[in-house]
Every structure is written in C-alpha cells, then in structure tokens.
C-alpha cells in the first residue's frame, strides 16, 4: 500500500513522515491553502527528503506552465497538478524532468481513468481537495474504479483508513488534514499511526 502524507511545512514534518516509512511527502504551493508553502520553503524541504521517500509538489492555482516551472525550481520528483487544464497543457507539464500525478473528483470526473491526460498516477479526492471532508465511498463501486495507479484521498485519518482501503481497494492513500493537531499544523504521532493503519490494511 503506497502511502502518501501531504502538506509539510517544516523540517520535523519531513523526518516524521520518513521515520513512519511513508512513500512520499507532498509539498502545497497554493497561495490560498492554509498548507500553503512558499516555492524557495518547498526546495529546503524537498531537499531533505531521503530515497527511496519521493518529494511532490501539489498546486491547484497556477497554469499548468507554472506549476511545472516552480515544480522544476523546487527540485521535486512529481508535480500532482489539481484542476481543469487544456490537453496541450497537461501534454506539456508530462514532458517536464519530473513525473506528472493529477487529481480528480467524481463530480468532476465520473468515469475517472489513469493515463487520460498523459499522467502515471491518479489521485480521486474529495470535491473540495485539502478540506478533510469525507466523501461517499460507495459512489466508486467497483465498476467505475480506474485501473493502475491511483489513491484515495478525502477526509482519511489513522481510524478509517483501513476502512476505506478494504472498502475500494486502492494503490495508495493521500492524507493530509487527518494527520494535524490544527489546521496546517501536522502530528507526528498521527503521521505514524496513520502510516502504520494503512499499511497493515493493505
């Protein structure tokens, strides 16, 4: 089970995430989220990160161009780009010297499919991304999951996770909100148990 712990904003974020084992560590450069990190903050953290733990960065306000540049100035090892961009843009953020993840919703995308705009993972959220909000998990029966690489996100923390993973059956989980003290401010104690949740449930 792939593991993902999204929004760290300090250094103790980082080691945290990499001593419970986590997959990858997101990075949000999004001026209006409340994990909000600025791109210079984002590189001294992504820089911190040890293989085989890979660092993302995760944005859902810029054009595709420009998210693949701070992506790119950050040093990052995935862009996962949120929102509704043209098919020449997705096509030109899949060529920069990173990998391409994107995330969707149902609403947004009811057929939800990996690969559909040149990305290697796809990441299935709740409406609103980065709100905690839990979603109905039984509107992704499983005929309407994708094939491939794609995580649940929307609303996991340490105590439904392995409800949702034997629920759905993804590759992986993304969690962010479910793992803080308050909003932005992320327990390293919840980051481990989370961690240690899904992976005994996958």
């Not at 609303?155 to 949702?164: E, Q, S």
């Not at 590759?171 to 919840?190: L, Q």
Request: with cysteine.
């Amino acid at each position: 089970m792939f593991v993902k712990v999204c929004g760290l904003s300090t250094p103790g974020d980082v080691r945290a995430a990499q001593e419970a084992g986590a997959d990858a560590v997101g990075f949000v450069v999004s001026p209006s989220s409340a994990r909000h990190v600025e791109p210079g903050l984002a590189r001294e953290l992504a820089a911190l990160v040890e293989a085989p733990m890979i660092s993302v960065v995760v944005t859902a306000e810029y054009s595709a161009a420009d998210a693949a540049r701070i992506t790119e100035q950050v040093g990052a090892d995935v862009l996962q780009l949120h929102g509704t961009h043209d098919d020449d843009a997705w096509a030109a953020a899949a060529r920069g010297p990173f990998r391409l993840w994107r995330a969707t919703s149902l609403p947004a995308e009811p057929e939800p499919q990996v690969g559909r705009h040149g990305e290697e993972l796809l990441l299935i959220d709740s409406p609103r991304a980065g709100s905690g909000e839990t979603w109905d998990l039984g509107d992704l029966p499983p005929q309407r999951r994708p094939d491939g690489h794609w995580l649940l996100a929307g609303g996991l923390a340490p105590d439904n996770v392995g409800a949702a993973i034997a629920q759905v059956r993804p590759w992986g989980v993304d969690v962010s909100s479910g793992v803080e003290a308050s909003r932005g401010v992320k327990d390293h104690a919840k980051i481990a148990a989370f961690v240690a949740a899904a992976r005994a449930a996958g």
